[in-house]
């Protein structure tokens, strides 16, 4: 009898929904705050949104962002500051991925995507460098090993964050307005659901103004939705 039941408690399994998937050929929605690996914004127009201004490395905990900024020059600004991330560099063997970088961020320059899965076989390879986190022109984001299957293409395209883990500065009256400056290859998202207030719902669709330094996108959410 003991038996029969002891059988009885795998065959019930059978027939029960799996919790388990395929991976890495069928691969789970994350949540839309997911915390994986970095990248640098473009604009639409290609410009650099990373102004050199260090604050990332500055508030780093795991100390492993490496900028270095400089001058850009006046007859090909790379970005629209007045300087741009010459040098950048994360260690992502030291990362904690607490997304602090992208929170201090001015410019939104730096965000993280949903992508895990960054297996190196040797150290150095684990530090990205502006060549492995600076988008291209068109949106799309480089990837170390861009033919693995497990480099989710579509992940990596939707790439930009368009969200902060918390309103800027955590005033009200940002609740429901799009704080995030359009990017290259997605342009200006809508803003994050279930945060949405009824008359906030104005969408910043310009383009960063010619002169701007690029800091404050967060007041620049403010002034488009009271226009609206
Ligand atoms: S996610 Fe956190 S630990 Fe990683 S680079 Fe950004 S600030 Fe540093
Ligand atoms: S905080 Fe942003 S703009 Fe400043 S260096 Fe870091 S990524 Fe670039």
């Not at 492995?132 to 949106?139: A, R």
Request: hydrophobic fraction near 30%; aromatic fraction near 8%.
């Amino acid at each position: 009898m003991g038996m029969i039941k002891g059988f009885m408690v795998p065959f019930r399994q059978i027939f029960k929904r799996k919790v388990t998937i395929q991976y890495p050929e069928q691969k789970r929605s994350k949540p839309q705050r997911f915390h994986g690996r970095h990248v640098l914004n473009r604009y639409p127009d290609g410009m650099e949104k990373c102004i050199g201004c260090e604050l990332c490395a500055a508030v780093c905990p795991a100390r492993c962002i490496y900028v270095r900024g400089m001058d850009n020059p006046p007859d090909a600004p790379v970005s629209p500051g007045e300087r741009y991330g010459f040098v950048y560099e994360i260690n992502l063997l030291r990362c904690i991925f607490c997304g602090l970088c992208e929170e201090a961020c001015p410019t939104e320059a730096i965000t993280m995507t949903q992508l895990f899965e960054m297996s190196v076989s040797n150290r150095d390879d684990a530090i990205y460098t502006r060549t492995e986190l600076l988008m291209d022109s068109d949106g799309t984001v480089p990837h170390p090993q861009p033919d693995s299957i497990l480099v989710d293409k579509g992940e990596l395209r939707l790439a930009d964050g368009w969200m902060r883990a918390t309103a800027p500065s955590g005033r009200a009256a940002y609740e429901g307005v799009i704080a995030w400056t359009p990017t290259a290859g997605v342009g200006t998202r809508p803003a994050e659901k279930g945060q949405s207030a009824e008359s906030h719902q104005s969408p910043v669709t310009s383009h960063q103004p010619e002169g701007d330094s690029g800091l404050g996108t967060g007041d620049r959410g403010l002034e488009t939705s009271s226009d609206g």
